[in-house]
């Protein structure tokens, strides 16, 4: 199972981007990366997921290097709301499709 | 936008009850999971279900069971409730493929 490393927490400026890295240097060819995140007390909640090709939604852009080994999440314009723990995952790929949940990053979005 | 509604925000039991712990989803989707998720430990897989009357036995099976009758519901049991059954449990749904899961907002359940 590929395995991911994200900083443990990472501060940004209300207004300004949001950039959260990952490290997943042992993912397959057929695993996708899906980005999550969970504020306190509330379910996670799905943002964007990819496979090769940069992605962008309503929430959020996804940015797969050309190895895929590592991606960024940006939050294009950080709110106060936007403070919550972040997850990168990549999917196992069998029947069940579990989600294995990191550590995650703690981002905080100061006035 | 898909809706995963869990029956509870908070639940208090005593050790020894039966509970039920209730999933909805409104998105048809086939495949249903319930994790629970603890300080340090992350989320864990309890059951996870891809059809109606299927199950499959997550990371930590032990002292629950689950029910699927119905494609929309999925119910978490704990037989013979206990202390260290306490604990946050989020059900989730998605559909086939790499299709990504959604979440409820979670029951945090607490065993006296």
């Known amino acids: 199972d590929a395995k991911t490393t994200q900083p443990t927490s990472m501060d940004c400026a209300e207004g300004r981007a949001a950039n959260l890295p990952c490290n997943h240097s042992t993912i397959s060819g057929n695993e996708y990366v899906y980005w999550y995140r969970q504020i306190h007390s509330q379910g996670p909640q799905y943002i964007i997921h990819?496979?090769?090709n940069n992605e962008t939604n309503e929430m959020a852009s996804l940015i797969i290097t050309e190895d895929r080994k590592s991606s960024t999440l940006i939050l294009p314009h950080a709110t106060l709301r936007d403070t919550a723990v972040y997850y990168c995952i990549v999917r196992v790929g069998n029947q069940g499709g579990k989600l294995i949940f990191g550590q995650g990053t703690e981002l905080s979005v100061k006035p | 936008d898909v809706k995963v509604t869990q029956s509870s925000r908070y639940l208090v039991k005593r050790t020894g009850e039966k509970v039920f712990l209730e999933c909805v989803q409104d998105?048809?989707?086939?495949?249903m999971f319930w994790y629970r998720q603890d300080p340090g430990l992350g989320l864990r897989l309890i059951y996870f279900?891809?059809?109606?009357?299927?199950?499959e036995k997550g990371d930590i099976p032990e002292g629950y069971s689950v029910s699927r009758e119905k494609k929309e519901r999925f119910s978490l049991i704990l037989e013979s409730a206990s202390t260290n059954q306490t604990s946050m449990y989020l059900c989730a749904s998605r559909n086939q493929g790499f299709q990504p899961q959604h979440f409820g907002d979670g029951t945090r359940l607490s065993i006296l």
């Open positions: 998105m048809d989707h086939e495949n």
């Open positions: 279900s891809y059809d109606v009357k299927m199950k």
């Open positions: 990819g496979l090769k």
